[in-house]
């Protein structure tokens, strides 16, 4: 069976500015400056996660052993995707995967005695403890969610650490509902969350699960990131927060026309409510590269174009060959085009890139849109830039 070696990982903290709120008339989206801050004040930006093959083995500190397969190490990948979706800092997510140490040793626990429809969903291991379950032991009798969603890892994550955004709207309490848990030791701040019979049993997992965090690349805070940062910088597109009003992914027909649909149905954007004439900044340093119709492109200098589209020509303040840097006004938002209403749309193509970081991001759409497009939101969160909430999960 194959074994590993850990090497020690470092980290890179950007300094950042505080997290700007949007208050809208019937719903909050929150964005942020570049480098915003997640809960608990780290730079968002979680590299993206694979569990390594065969087997890993980690100690408590009073010598415990627990070998992880793959399948073990599959949920401390999920569990990391789960924090990244609440944008969980580097100690958040350390607490969250000592906490599944502790209860779990890092098994999907059914319990065919006291929830037997747990059995009905994959599971590593059989257990008897109330009605507890899952990799933290959640119950769902106390409200921590149904059987389904607590037989799932990224649920268990999301559900631990709660918070405004969290799904059980603070009870019972995850992490980032308590007060102060920034400032606790892991083990105090996983236990107020478990209220274990046991209060000292998570602090003895910690040095196994930051083992556990390196090895499957995480220990940053947010979502999106690839493996490595791209070199550069980044920004956000106005001077002062816009909520994002679409995504990526499928959508309904967004502008008619007689013939039929004017706009795809295929989103491969991220799309900004914004006033027409709102100043549109650069979020890449590059050269204008494309400017037509309501299309203005502009290329990174590692090749990558970002477009920002449905601005007026007459708006638009550069020409083909300029250099444009982080921050500088290219025109302003506009409604060019097959659109439904005042708004920017950002657009990332990578096929023409040579930054490896940037070249490990998932392409999105398929076969369904132009090839070689990101998720803008994931793209810039390589720069240290969070572009803020989507009204759904694209």
Not at 158 to 180: C, Q, T, V
């Amino acid at each position: 069976m194959k074994k590993w070696i850990i090497a020690a990982a470092g980290v890179v903290v950007l300094s950042v500015p505080a997290v700007l709120v949007l208050a809208l008339t019937l719903a909050f989206f929150t964005v942020f400056n570049p480098g915003a801050v997640g809960k608990g004040g780290a730079a968002i930006c979680l590299p993206s996660l694979s569990a390594p093959g065969g087997s890993l083995t980690v100690a408590a500190s009073d010598g415990e052993e627990v070998a992880l397969d793959a399948a073990r190490m599959q949920h401390v990948v999920d569990l990391l995707e789960g924090a990244a979706q609440a944008k969980a800092n580097p100690k958040a997510q350390l607490i969250l995967v000592m906490g599944a140490l502790a209860e779990s040793r890092m098994r999907m626990y059914a319990n065919s005695t006291a929830v037997p429809e747990s059995v009905n969903y994959p599971h590593d291991a059989d257990g008897s403890d109330h009605d507890s379950i899952g990799l933290l032991q959640q119950r769902p009798s106390i409200g921590w969610g149904s059987v389904k969603d607590l037989m799932d890892a990224k649920f268990n994550a999301r559900a631990f650490l709660g918070g405004p955004e969290g799904p059980n709207g603070g009870s019972p309490p995850g992490l980032f509902d308590i007060a102060g848990w920034e400032s606790m030791t892991p083990n105090d701040a996983a236990q107020k969350v478990q209220g274990s019979a046991t209060p000292n049993a998570y602090g003895r997992w910690e040095a196994a699960a930051k083992q556990l965090i390196a090895a499957v690349g995480g220990g940053g805070s947010g979502a999106g990131c690839a493996a490595t940062s791209a070199s550069g910088e980044g920004g956000y597109p106005f001077t002062e927060p816009h909520p994002i009003t679409d995504g990526v992914g499928p959508r309904g027909c967004p502008v008619s026309s007689g013939s039929g649909c004017a706009a795809s149905t295929w989103h491969p954007a991220l799309d900004f409510g914004a006033a027409c004439g709102t100043p549109v900044l650069a979020i890449r340093p590059g050269t204008v590269t494309t400017l037509s119709g309501y299309w203005l492109g502009i290329t990174t200098p590692d090749g990558t174009e970002v477009a920002y589209l449905h601005m007026f020509m007459d708006d638009v303040i550069v020409k083909v060959g300029d250099t444009v840097s982080v921050g500088q006004q290219v025109g302003a938002v506009g409604n060019a085009g097959p659109s439904s209403g005042c708004h920017l749309d950002i657009r990332v193509t990578t096929l023409g890139s040579t930054d490896a970081a940037v070249l490990s991001l998932p392409h999105v759409g398929g076969s369904s849109t132009a090839a070689g497009y990101v998720d803008p939101q994931a793209y810039m969160a390589l720069y240290g830039v969070d572009l803020g909430a989507t009204p759904y999960a694209a």
